[in-house]
């Protein structure tokens, strides 16, 4: 049985996907806080964490950079770490802003594009720019070698597909035929913009409040310079979910519909030859320990406990409850096992709590990365 320190060798990311809702944040700030302990440099980038991680992690404010989790807020909360802990929270926009940044030929057309309405829409709205944004935020600090891993959480999309999609879609966005048709020098924007001082667009200026037509123009002629670096960027950006080093867990819940989703998710990382690293099962009903009383004994043995026989039934009834769901997630994860072919699939219980802060990552790790003995040197496995 592998845990995660085992999958993550010799690997510099890590992508945690799946449907939302099943516990992919918390797994993801859980994998890099045990990866951290584990002597590694390691930046989680999260998407909407709770409130009560964010602040655990020492992230109160929003910011597209990484912050070191302090070793200081590390103690308070009974964390000991040989490496270093990092996390950011994604902020889509602010990725789109410093990507913009990056491509304009100079100042001044950055800062076209930057003020220009519709980007500011575009860059909120675009089908897929979270995804994308995530992607490049990624590669970006992959470049930089700042770290020995990366933690990726993964937007919280109906579909957990779209998110490989992402790319493509931007960059089919980028070299898309109505984004050229108005870059071009005679095309429509080129042509409003000559007549500006016509009748209807000064009703239409009227109308919609602000200058649409002239907004629309100025941010296709801004950005007519920076397509080109767009696409080679995005290209570059698309090739890291296949690299050797990068490995994709499936984060998923016990019951059918999450188990079927992550058997289809797994099915189509296969197809896409991108590198599968594991599957964890979050949640789970682990049912009463071996050689407890069973269903039917029961009453009798809370009775003297409880000392009233309605209670003591009650509590039976409760018990045989969450027996059977405990089965159900049984035979939810056989299921899984047997579609995926391994039988190696981790597997954290249904906490008694919340998990909201370090602490909370922690009792995850146990189940995350099994027993303490078995964790890899500190060192091992780096690039
Ligand atoms: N194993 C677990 N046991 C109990 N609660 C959990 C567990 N994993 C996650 N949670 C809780 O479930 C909620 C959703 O988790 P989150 O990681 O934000 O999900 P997602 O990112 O998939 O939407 C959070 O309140 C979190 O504390
Ligand atoms: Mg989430």
Redesign the pocket.
């Known amino acids: 049985m592998h845990g995660v320190a085992e999958i993550l060798v010799g690997k510099r990311v890590c992508i945690c996907t799946?449907s939302?809702?099943?516990?992919?944040?918390?797994?993801s700030a859980a994998i890099a806080t045990g990866m951290a302990a584990r002597g590694k440099r390691v930046c989680v980038l999260t998407i909407?964490?709770?409130k009560r991680?964010a602040d655990s992690l020492g992230l109160d404010q929003l910011g597209n950079e990484a912050r070191r989790v302090a070793p200081n807020l590390l103690q308070r909360q009974g964390v000991e770490m040989e490496g270093e802990l990092w996390a950011m929270m994604l902020d889509a926009k602010a990725t789109f802003d410093d990507l913009v940044a990056r491509h304009a030929p100079d100042e001044e057309a950055r800062e076209r594009v930057l003020d220009n309405r519709i980007y500011q829409q575009i860059s909120n709205a675009l089908a897929g720019s979270q995804e994308y944004m995530a992607m490049e935020k990624l590669f970006e600090l992959h470049h930089s070698g700042r770290f020995d891993l990366l933690v990726l959480?993964t937007p919280?999309t109906r579909n957990a597909l779209d998110f490989l999609d992402a790319p493509r879609r931007l960059t089919q966005f980028i070299e898309g035929r109505s984004l050229r048709m108005f870059m071009k020098p005679s095309g429509f924007a080129a042509r409003v913009a000559g007549r500006g001082a016509s009748m209807a667009l000064s009703v239409f200026r009227r109308i919609v409040g602000f200058d649409l037509l002239a907004d629309l123009s100025e941010f296709f002629s801004a950005m007519s310079g920076m397509v080109d670096g767009f696409q080679e960027r995005a290209k570059r950006v698309n090739e890291l979910p296949a690299d050797p080093e990068t490995s994709f867990l499936v984060?998923c819940g016990p019951q059918g519909e999450p188990i079927s989703e992550a058997v289809y998710f797994h099915r189509k990382l296969v197809e896409a030859k991108l590198p599968f690293g594991g599957v964890i099962v979050?949640?789970v009903q682990t049912g009463a320990p071996p050689g407890s009383p069973d269903g039917a004994g029961l009453p009798a043995e809370l009775l003297p406990l409880l000392s009233d026989e309605g209670l003591a039934d009650r509590v039976a009834q409760n018990f045989a409850d969450f027996q059977a769901l405990a089965e159900r997630d049984a035979r939810n994860i056989d299921h899984l096992a047997a579609e995926l072919q391994t039988r190696d699939v981790i597997r954290?219980?249904?906490?008694d709590?919340?998990?909201?802060d370090l602490a909370?990552l922690q009792r995850?790790n146990r189940y995350l990365f099994g027993p303490r003995e078995t964790r890899e040197p500190a060192g091992a496995g780096r690039a």
Do not use: F, Q, S
């Open positions: 799946g939302g809702g099943v516990g992919k944040t918390t797994t909407d964490p709770a991680l959480d919280p984060v979050n949640k954290v219980p249904y906490m709590e919340d998990v909201h909370g995850v």
